[in-house]
Every structure is written in C-alpha cells, then in structure tokens.
C-alpha cells in the first residue's frame, strides 16, 4: 500500500490507513455476497426466501446510508459514525453464526447490514475528502478492496468446499472485526466547506443530471441482483466446482482492480459521463453472455471480465460525478444518496426480482431480464448525461 504523502492543499494523505479500510471492508463483502447465499441453501432454504434474505440486506441500504450521512453532514464526526457502525456491524452479525429460524435469519441480517452498510459511504466521504483535488486518484486507494475481494473469494471456496460452509459466519465476523480496528486508526478529515458555494440538498436533486445519474445507478445495480444473488448458484447447477466459482468471481475482480490502475486517466480524457454510458451497455451485454452462454468456458471468462465495467468503469464514473454534484457539507449525503439509490433500492429490487422469477423464468431467462435493466439504464445515462457533455464539448447549449 502507499504510504502518506504531502499535498500542498490538503497535507499528508494517510493512503495506506485509507487502503486498509477498503482491504478489510470488501474481504468482508467477498467472503459474503458469493457464498451467503450457498450458506442459506445449506441451511435448507428455498430460493425466494434466499433472494429475500440477500434483498433485506440491500434495503437497508436505503435507509442506513441516508440517516448516519445526514448525521455526518450536520454534527461532523464523521469517522466516529464509522467507528460506531463498524463495532455495531460486528455485534448484530455474530448472532447469525448459531441463528437457524427464517424470521430471526432475516433480523440479525437486517440488524447487520443496517451498520455495514452505513459505514462505507461515509468513508467514500473521507477518503474524497483526503484527497482532496486528486479526487481523480480516488481509485488508486479503492483497487485495494477489489484485492481483499479477490484473496476471500479466491481463498474461501477449498476451505467452506462440502460441510466446511457452516464456517463461514466465523469467517465473515473475524473480518467485520477488521474493519472495525482499522476504523480505530483512520484519521478523520472536515473536508473545504467553502470549496464551493453552499447548495441546498434540495436544489441539487431538482437537476435533471443529478436525477438521471440516480436513475443509471439504480437501475444499473438492479441488473446486478441475479448476479450477485444467485451466480454462484447458477454456475454449480451447470456443473462448476465450489473451487471455480471462487476463481470466476476472483477473475472479475482481478480485471476490476485493471481498471482502477487506470481509469483517472481515462476520466481525465474521456469524461464521467461517457464512461458512465459506456459502462452500462458493456453490463448489459455481460448479462447477455451469461444467459446463453454460461456452460462455455471462455465465454463466460470473457463474462466476467467485463466486470471491470459493470463494476469498474459504473463504479469510479458514479463516485467522480457524486463528488461534482454534492459539494461541500452536502458530501455526506451524496455518497449516502448514491449508496442507497444504486446499491440499496437498485440492489434490493434486484434481488427481490431474481429470487421471483429464479424458478419461474431460469437463471438464464433471468439473466437476459438483467439485461434489459442494464439497457435502461443506459438510456437514462444517455439522455441525462452523456448527450448533455457531448452538447457543452461542442458548444451546444440547450
């Protein structure tokens, strides 16, 4: 990781402090989203009520970030809120290593997810704020969640391979734990209020950019519910090993973690709001390929690696044009807003969807619906964002 170093703005930037968060936050997220969901088939349960114990996690996305960011943005103190969550995250999810009752099942996951899920967008805030005018560079400190992904998803499957995946609640809490240490050492930083000239959060969301971002983002997650609820799944019951699971999920993060070493250029060249359009379409032919082509290996290693769009590429656009749409005292609560829109309500009706139509439609049926989201979205990124950049570059107003 790097170590700190001096900007004439923003002084000393604590990168490996700040990577480490991310390490430990996205282990977490990696030893979780791929394998909970196999977790839940061996505890016997069906595949709504696994599409709705993974949709409970993502709704609560759309509440947690929005209070704790309004929290941060009105009291300051942001990395205490974090530290607060990161130890109450730990505390709802140890009850969930001996829980077998569906009712209690989805309780302590929402109880969870409630602080997990609230702690992130207030350190997107942090780290941003750190950076300061290098907000470019964000992801050079972000690629090291996508490495703690990869060990856990590339690491976990020989160990939880069989009756080993009762282990993996133990697993989960041991990096929750993590975090929260890490949290203990991360300095906090107020960010330059006066940066720019104070905006009411209201006045932001009336923009047609900012509310067509929201909508990309939304819908663009909600693609991803299948994936993220059920791709494990869908690759065992074409005849997959646990092992190459891990390794598919770790090779999408791998091309992830690509993208990261390089998209401030690309931002700086090209715009967020191209990337983010070009993101979208490249996710929605991910989808495609993993409908009709699933059981053909190098189609699928081709599927995957387009995660470095459907992740990389939305992921980095949406954090560069959050930060220029909420500035300020409003960071707080426009990293919230991004979180519980995409990954929260986007997340949730994803997985909601995923779990209904599972049975019903396929995976690969399901699969091409995911697709037709990911369009969608695209063309909300079109009309809000992209054809209004291509008009400006140009000199085109209206």
């Known amino acids: 990781m790097h170590e700190a170093v001096e900007h004439p703005r923003t002084g000393r930037i604590p990168y490996a402090r700040l990577s480490a968060f991310y390490f430990f936050y996205f282990a977490s997220l990696g030893a979780f989203i791929p394998f909970w969901s196999l977790y839940l088939q ?23 970030p929005n209070l704790w960011g309004w929290i941060a943005d009105h009291y300051g103190q942001r990395m205490r809120i974090i530290r607060l969550a990161g130890l109450a995250a730990v505390a709802c999810f140890a009850p ?8 209690w ?16 967008p207030q350190f997107e805030a942090v780290t941003l704020n750190h950076l300061g005018p290098d907000s470019h560079r964000y992801a050079r400190v972000r690629l090291w969640g996508s490495v703690g992904f990869i060990l856990a998803v590339a690491g976990l499957p020989h160990w939880l391979a069989g009756p080993g995946i009762e282990q993996l609640p133990a697993v989960v809490l041991g990096l929750l734990a993590g975090i929260w240490l890490n949290t203990l050492w991360v300095p906090d930083h107020p960010g330059d209020p006066g940066a720019a000239p104070p905006l009411r959060l209201r006045a932001v969301l009336r923009r047609p950019a900012t509310l067509a971002l929201l ?69 929605a032919l991910r ?6 082509f699933v059981e053909v290996a190098p189609v699928l290693l081709g599927a995957q690696l387009l995660h470095a769009a459907s992740f990389g590429l939305l ?84």
Not at 287 to 292: E, K, M, P, R, T
Not at 358 to 385: E, H, I, N, R
């Open 215 to 283: 909508a990309a983002c939304l819908l663009g997650q909600a693609s991803h519910g299948p994936y993220y609820a059920f791709f494990s799944i869908y690759l065992e019951a074409h005849g997959y090993s646990r092992e190459a699971v891990g390794l598919y999920w770790a090779l999408g993060v791998v091309a992830e973690v690509l993208v990261f070493l390089v998209i401030h250029r690309w931002l700086c060249r090209f715009g967020a709001e191209r990337i983010l359009l070009a993101a979208l379409l490249l996710t």
């Open 42 to 64: 061996h505890l016997g349960l069906s595949a709504p009520r696994i599409g709705a114990a993974m949709a409970v996690v993502m709704a609560t996305k759309i509440v947690a």
């Open 287 to 292: 989808w495609l390929l993993l409908a009709g």
């Open 96 to 103: 969930l290593a001996f829980t077998r009752g569906f009712g």
């Open 315 to 398: 992921h980095a656009s949406a954090i560069e044009l959050v930060h220029r749409f909420f500035p300020g005292r409003l960071q707080g609560r426009g990293q919230a807003l991004y979180s519980s829109t995409s990954f929260g309500l986007g997340g949730a009706l994803g997985s909601l969807y995923a779990g209904r139509l599972w049975d019903v439609m396929g995976g690969g049926g399901v699969f091409a619906a995911s697709a037709a989201v990911a369009l969608l979205g695209a063309w909300a990124a079109w009309l809000g964002l992209a054809r209004v950049q291509a008009r400006s570059s140009n000199g085109v107003v209206g």
């Open 105 to 120: 099942i989805l309780f302590w996951l929402g109880a969870f997810a409630f602080f997990w899920n609230a702690a992130l």
